[in-house]
T-cell receptor, first 114, second 114 residues
Framework: DGGITQSPKYLFRKEGQNVTLSCEQN?????MYWYRQDPGQGLRLIYYSQIVNDFQKGDIAEGYSVSREKKESFPLTVTSAQKNPTAFYLCASSMAPTSLNGYTFGSGTRLTVV | AQSVAQPEDQVNVAEGNPLTVKCTYS??????LFWYVQYPNRGLQFLLKYITGDNLVKGSYGFEAEFNKSQTSFHLKKPSALVSDSALYFCAVREDTNAGKSTFGDGTTLTVKP
């Protein structure tokens, strides 16, 4: 079945550590997105990529980095510069940036700072 | 700039009664509107969309939504609620000139009581 796989499901980070969240899709979608979800704040866009080897900052990009070396993969690194990284992270994709279809979401990664 | 508002954090209905989850939006151009549902610790699932045409759109699980251009609203409805409809619902909007980036509301928790 086609879909988006996020791993790990749960991740614990120590203060000062960088961690990388994986997002892989086999839908042949061009566009991919990373959102952060906090209680009561909905989804906020971190980074998005409309094509391989290209990506743009979203609304809350500070303290995060991404890469898009392959169409299928869009990993997110949470750096030590992100002061409040504890959140639920969601990866999504769409067929094309201008697609009129909705997004397909992964099941999320819950990141906790310990 | 595009934005979306979900004025109710919580909606409670009795099983078998009709339900409405409200959404209003603001865009400069023409809106593309979406509803998603999220179950605990899961990603979002696409329910339905409005792109153009008939103002009443039908989606998954018996849900429908009505687009009202004059009131800039896109309320989600269901004639008869089920306990299994209890979840977190998100409205999202994208301007027709804004390639790829959807803006999400803060979400509304729907609780259906037996």
């Amino acid at each position: 079945d086609g879909g988006i796989t996020q791993s790990p499901k749960y991740l614990f980070r120590k203060e000062g550590q960088n961690v990388t969240l994986s997002c892989e899709q086999n839908l042949n979608h061009d566009a991919m997105y990373w959102y952060r979800q906090d209680p009561g704040q909905g989804l906020r866009l971190i980074y998005y990529s409309q094509i391989v080897n290209d990506f743009q900052k979203g609304d809350i990009a500070e303290g995060y980095s991404v890469s898009r070396e392959k169409k299928e993969s869009f990993p997110l690194t949470v750096t030590s510069a992100q002061k409040n990284p504890t959140a639920f992270y969601l990866c999504a994709s769409s067929m094309a940036p201008t697609s009129l279809n909705g997004y397909t979401f992964g099941s999320g990664t819950r990141l906790t700072v310990v | 700039a595009q934005s979306v508002a979900q004025p109710e954090d919580q909606v409670n209905v009795a099983e078998g009664n009709p339900l409405t989850v409200k959404c209003t939006y603001s865009v400069s151009g023409n809106p593309y509107l979406f509803w998603y549902v999220q179950y605990p610790n899961r990603g979002l699932q696409f329910l339905l969309k409005y792109i153009t045409g008939d103002n009443l759109v039908k989606g998954s699980y018996g849900f429908e939504a009505e687009f009202n251009k004059s009131q800039t609203s896109f309320h989600l409805k269901k004639p008869s609620a089920l306990v299994s409809d209890s979840a977190l619902y998100f409205c999202a909007v994208r301007e027709d000139t804004n390639a790829g980036k959807s803006t999400f509301g803060d979400g509304t928790t729907l609780t259906v009581k037996p």
